[in-house]
Every structure is written in C-alpha cells, then in structure tokens.
C-alpha cells in the first residue's frame, strides 16, 4: 500500500464545510492516517481527502465495538454527517473552479 499524499487544501475545503454544518472536524490529522488502506494508492494519482467520521472514542477499527458503535445511534448520525459534508465540499468544487485548481496545483506541486 502506497502512503497516503495528503492534500491540505482539499482536507480543509472538507473541514470548512463541517463548520459550515457547525460540526467538529476528527482529531484525527489527515497526515496521521491509522492503519493501511489503498486510498494511498488513489492519492498518488489523483487529489484525494481521507475524511474521518467519529462513532466513538477509544474505538479500534475492525473489532466489535467497531460494528457495534457503526449502527449506534451515533454512528448512523455520523455517517449522515460525514456524507453531508463531502456533498457540500463536492458542490463547492463544481461551483468554484478557482478551488480546483488550488488542490491541482497543490497535487503537482
């Protein structure tokens, strides 16, 4: 699994749209990635965010306190939550071009 290349410009056009929806961004750094996952693959050929939704503190991926807090009732509001944000920062892409180019820019920087 190739590391994630972080994109700060496109991980914080996503964190203004959870202010936007008054909602706290992860404590988890978008440099900091946990575990291994093929998003770093992905963000070696494209921009790309790898935006984290919190269901719960202290909770390890792929165990079962994981899949219990998934269908908590914080975990089905997380999921709202999260797909509300990148539907707005998707929006912001397709209405702001200037945006686009930044987070390309950025990428090929």
Known sequence: ???LKVNYRFS?????QLAYLGLEL???RPDRNKG???IGN??????TIHPHVPIGEGINIHSDAFARATVSARGKAAV??????????A???IARPELREEILREFRG
Do not use: K
Request: net charge negative.
């Open 1 to 3: 699994m190739a590391p």
């Open 12 to 16: 914080d056009l996503y964190a203004e």
């Open 26 to 28: 992860s404590e988890s």
């Open 36 to 38: 291994s996952s093929d």
């Open 42 to 47: 992905v963000s070696q050929i494209m921009p």
């Open 80 to 89: 709202v939550e999260g797909a509300t944000a990148l539907a707005l920062t």
């Open 91 to 93: 929006a912001e892409l």
